[in-house]
């Protein structure tokens, strides 16, 4: 079982950037694929970026790509998505996930608010 705290989120300018953490807890944390999901009003969950459990193997949603990366620190039980350049298609409700499958989803975050105006 895995525990995950998201934080970084909140209002920034298009064009800025921000970094959200997400700390996990547990100490199969580098056992588990991570991934970055978003939900924007209205809209369904999405997948924005996953890493697998040994680094590597990273996928972008294509309407990130460039712009975002993803990363972990398992000497931290941390992973992280450095977003530059945001757009305000960029705003919803981030969450982080961990799991066994490509697309993680066994364990979710209660999620982090970003919000970028134009």
Known sequence: QVQLVESGGGLVQAGGSLRLSCAASGRTFNKYNMGWFRQAPGKERELVARI????GNTYYADSVKGRFTISRDDAEYTVYLQMND???????????????????GDYWGQGTQVTVSS
């Open 86 to 104: 945001l757009k305000p298609e960029d705003t919803g409700v981030y969450y982080c996930a961990a799991g066994w499958n490509w697309v993680p």
């Open 52 to 55: 697998g459990w040994s680094g």
